[in-house]
């Protein structure tokens, strides 16, 4: 009994340190994954989806909700308005994740967080991915020029004018070089598009 005592307050321990925590987690330092269930029925835990659970409460941080896609969609790299929050290089709250995902691969499926999906290929999924570290665990963020570069691509969804308004953003703090601008724009084939906007904030 004290054993198990002991190993369901490891579970809350691995959980509080890691927002979110699942039952491979639990595996991985030799407890047994039957506390998970135990623990959500005694209200200590909750699952917030399939595989996933958490601290009641504990993800409270903004970033809380892109732990969890890390967590579910490895091969996900956060694009498009939910990095530009994460840069903040927008005041817009997504009401979704947004992130890009290799062309052909696995389509995630998940009840929480709400996923907007874009689908890319070669050099265009794989350019200006950067790791961050929340929490603990790594979740891959295009960089703010690739962000930017992305946003005209992609001009359609997220609106030409937010996509200036990055742009802009991400000058006039000093995200994004216009070597990197360029560099990014090139990758994603909008540099004709962009170059316009590029030459004005010189």
Known sequence: MELMVKDKERILEIAGRLGVTTAADVKSVGISRNHLYELCKAGKLERTARGLYRIPGALSTEHGVLIEVAKRVPKGVVCLLSALRFHDLTTQIPHEVWIT???????????????????????????????????????????????????FKFRNKVGLDVAIEALREAWRSRLASMDDLAEAARVCRVFTVMRPYLEAIV
């Open 101 to 151: 995902v290799p062309r052909g691969g696995w389509r995630p499926q998940m009840d929480y967080p709400p996923l907007n999906l874009t689908y890319v290929s070669g050099e265009a999924y794989a350019f200006g991915i950067r790791e961050h570290a929340v929490q603990g665990i790594a979740i891959k963020v295009y960089t703010p020029a690739k962000t930017v570069a992305d946003c």
